[in-house]
């Protein structure tokens, strides 16, 4: 099944994409940054949520971890 038709793999696929995007625009932060829109705005507009929402998106990843290991 498709992440796209399944809620709980969507979760997971955009919760991973954040945390991604973030940890690529803290390392290089020129892939990121003279792309605000389009396509790569897409991924600019990810880590910036990961930047701002950094204690609310660590905890959806420890959740959806556990959520992966026991279900």
Do not use: H, Q
């Not at 705005?41 to 929402?53: D, M, P, S, V």
């Not at 204690?55 to 420890?62: A, E, G, L």
């Not at 971890?65 to 026991?70: D, P, T, V």
């Amino acid at each position: 099944m498709s992440a796209l038709f399944d809620f709980k793999s969507f979760l997971t696929v955009v919760i991973l994409s954040i945390c991604t995007c973030t940890y690529v625009k803290m390392k290089a932060p020129n892939l990121l940054d003279p792309y605000r829109s389009g396509f790569r705005g897409l991924f600019w507009k990810a880590a910036r949520i990961g930047e701002r929402l950094s204690p609310w998106v660590s905890v959806c990843c420890i959740l959806m971890g556990f959520s992966i290991l026991l279900y």
